[in-house]
């Protein structure tokens, strides 16, 4: 999105002519500011306001609803499947290209756990998030009114793994909403809750710093939360969470947040990958060894010419990725123009995390920083990041009203059904899915499922700069 709205800029008489077009293809026609997800799952944020809907900001681009099944860079066509293609039965559509800008992003990184696919629930995408905050009250109305003490415990029961940003602050969020929700069910207290943080290393947020990290862990055991490090999940077949230190926990919410791998699409081109899977780029942001194809964002393999170890790429953080749109931009300009191009570079600034509401921790330029001051440069950082003045407006707006009002704690989770009520009505069933005790068996089936080898083995960072 960002590279495309640089050059609508920059091309603006061109676009106009009809002497250039700029095609962007997303299989959503939204980009998601992710740093707002938890937030969002938490009920700080409307869900509308963590996406920037793309036909808006790109007014002058075409915009394809699709995804792309190949890419035959040597033909310089892509094969696409639409909305379109789909109603018609035509199959696909190949569309062809002067210069190729790939950046897919990122999808959750799973391992064959037994049970994972089909009680785990992702947490890369805004509709993941609102049918977790869903699902978290659900679990709150199905405990406080069955009298199975098993179903009960179960529900209360909530199990995150991964120790990066998207898992710490999406079970921080969950944690301090669902401790405010208690209190106005009659049989259920706070206490009564079990969160666990499941991480396969020795300590949790690495991006902010060893010692912010161990605060990070002392913070969130204070609340009764339990971080278990150097331990892996073994299973969770029959909603029953075993863990490799022998811990078993019946769980009917299961976290996914341990990592990312490159979108599958960078393996239907022809264009060189590097061992991770992701696309070889030069520091100029050219696929390595290719003409008129470029990359960017968790999918490019970028040197990075600030580091001081040889051969080390830039993180797949938005930190760069934002960065890198812009340089991207600016060189197809300059190619085809014939003028030299520019590297990218930038050194890390830090970053930042929220531990939920008034709480977080940083590390930025140096400076360590805890509590309230670090929760408040959070906000403040992705407000002035979050893609055009309308969302920083309703995002300010939504934060101060938060601030003056209760906390909403509504579950919308008929809102993933929403014909239920009518299929009822015209004498029908309600259909499995539609019953709203299914929990964790109507979980979003992450775009992620798809096994591990050749994944990337970092967690996606999604505190300072992450989108």
């Given at each position: 999105?960002?590279?495309?709205?640089?050059?609508?800029?920059?091309?603006?008489?061109?676009?106009?002519?009809?002497?250039?077009?700029?095609?962007?293809?997303?299989?959503?026609?939204?980009?998601?500011?992710?740093?707002?997800?938890?937030?969002?799952?938490?009920?700080?944020?409307?869900?509308?306001?963590?996406?920037?809907?793309?036909?808006?900001?790109?007014?002058?681009?075409?915009?394809?609803?699709?995804?792309?099944?190949?890419?035959?860079?040597?033909?310089?066509?892509?094969?696409?499947?639409?909305?379109?293609?789909?109603?018609?039965?035509?199959?696909?559509?190949?569309?062809?290209?002067?210069?190729?800008?790939?950046?897919?992003?990122?999808?959750?990184?799973?391992?064959?756990?037994?049970?994972?696919?089909?009680?785990?629930?992702?947490?890369?995408?805004?509709?993941?998030?609102?049918?977790?905050?869903?699902?978290?009250?659900?679990?709150?109305?199905?405990?406080?009114?069955?009298?199975?003490?098993?179903?009960r415990d179960a529900a209360l029961t909530f199990v995150f793994v991964?120790?990066?940003?998207?898992?710490?602050?999406?079970?921080?969020?969950?944690?301090?909403?669902?401790?405010?929700?208690?209190?106005?069910?009659?049989?259920?207290?706070?206490?009564?809750?079990?969160?666990?943080?499941?991480?396969?290393?020795?300590?949790?947020?690495?991006?902010?710093?060893?010692?912010?990290?161990?605060?990070?862990?002392?913070?969130?055991?204070?609340?009764?939360?339990?971080?278990?490090?150097?331990?892996?999940?073994?299973?969770?077949?029959?909603?029953?969470?075993?863990?490799?230190?022998?811990?078993?926990?019946?769980?009917?919410?299961?976290?996914?947040?341990?990592?990312?791998?490159?979108?599958?699409?960078?393996?239907?081109?022809?264009?060189?990958?590097?061992?991770?899977?992701?696309?070889?780029?030069?520091?100029?942001?050219?696929?390595?060894?290719?003409?008129?194809?470029?990359?960017?964002?968790?999918?490019?393999?970028?040197?990075?010419?600030?580091?001081?170890?040889?051969?080390?790429?830039?993180?797949?953080?938005?930190?760069?990725?934002?960065?890198?749109?812009?340089?991207?931009?600016?060189?197809?300009?300059?190619?085809?123009?014939?003028?030299?191009?520019?590297?990218?570079?930038?050194?890390?600034?830090?970053?930042?995390?929220?531990?939920?509401?008034?709480?977080?921790?940083?590390?930025?330029?140096?400076?360590?920083?805890?509590?309230?001051?670090?929760?408040?440069?959070?906000?403040?950082?992705?407000?002035?990041?979050?893609?055009?003045?309308?969302?920083?407006?309703?995002?300010?707006?939504?934060?101060?009203?938060?601030?003056?009002?209760?906390?909403?704690?509504?579950?919308?989770?008929?809102?993933?059904?929403?014909?239920?009520?009518?299929?009822?009505?015209?004498?029908?069933?309600?259909?499995?899915?539609?019953?709203?005790?299914?929990?964790?068996?109507?979980?979003?089936?992450?775009?992620?499922?798809?096994?591990?080898?050749?994944?990337?083995?970092?967690?996606?960072?999604?505190?300072?700069?992450?989108?």
């Amino acid at each position: 999105m960002y590279t495309a709205l640089r050059l609508q800029r920059k091309l603006k008489q061109r676009l106009k002519s009809g002497e250039a077009e700029i095609v962007v293809v997303s299989p959503d026609p939204y980009m998601t500011y992710q740093p707002f997800l938890p937030e969002a799952a938490a009920g700080n944020i409307s869900p509308r306001h963590v996406v920037v809907p793309l036909r808006r900001v790109l007014d002058q681009c075409t915009i394809l609803i699709g995804e792309a099944t190949g890419i035959d860079h040597a033909k310089r066509t892509a094969t696409l499947r639409t909305l379109a293609s789909e109603e018609e039965r035509t199959g696909t559509v190949d569309v062809a290209y002067d210069e190729l800008v790939l950046a897919p992003g990122s999808i959750s990184r799973t391992l064959p756990v037994p049970g994972l696919a089909e009680h785990g629930i992702g947490f890369k995408t805004v509709e993941e998030s609102i049918g977790l905050r869903n699902h978290v009250i659900e679990q709150m109305d199905i405990a406080s009114s069955t009298r199975d003490p098993a179903i009960r415990d179960a529900a209360l029961t909530f199990v995150f793994v991964g120790g990066g940003y998207a898992g710490v602050e999406a079970l921080a969020e969950l944690e301090d909403m669902a401790r405010y929700a208690s209190r106005y069910y009659h049989n259920i207290k706070a206490d009564d809750m079990k969160w666990i943080l499941v991480e396969a290393t020795g300590r949790i947020l690495p991006e902010v710093g060893d010692v912010m990290g161990k605060y990070a862990v002392r913070e969130l055991r204070a609340r009764n939360i339990d971080v278990r490090l150097d331990t892996r999940l073994d299973s969770c077949e029959d909603r029953v969470a075993v863990l490799s230190d022998g811990a078993r926990f019946p769980t009917r919410t299961l976290v996914w947040t341990a990592g990312v791998k490159p979108h599958p699409v960078l393996a239907a081109t022809d264009l060189p990958r590097d061992a991770h899977g992701r696309l070889r780029c030069t520091a100029q942001l050219a696929v390595d060894g290719t003409e008129h194809a470029w990359a960017a964002g968790d999918a490019a393999a970028v040197p990075d010419l600030t580091s001081d170890e040889p051969g080390k790429d830039c993180a797949p953080n938005a930190q760069h990725a934002v960065r890198q749109a812009k340089v991207l931009a600016e060189n197809i300009l300059a190619s085809l123009r014939g003028e030299p191009l520019r590297d990218y570079r930038h050194a890390y600034a830090g970053s930042v995390a929220s531990l939920g509401l008034h709480k977080g921790v940083a590390h930025v330029y140096g400076r360590k920083l805890k509590g309230y001051p670090a929760w408040l440069m959070h906000r403040v950082y992705h407000l002035s990041r979050v893609p055009t003045f309308n969302r920083k407006a309703r995002v300010l707006a939504e934060w101060t009203l938060s601030g003056l009002f209760k906390r909403e704690i509504v579950s919308l989770g008929s809102l993933e059904h929403p014909r239920a009520e009518f299929e009822l009505a015209t004498g029908g069933e309600r259909s499995q899915g539609a019953n709203r005790s299914q929990g964790t068996d109507r979980s979003n089936r992450s775009k992620g499922t798809e096994g591990s080898e050749g994944s990337e083995e970092t967690e996606r960072p999604r505190g300072t700069e992450e989108a």
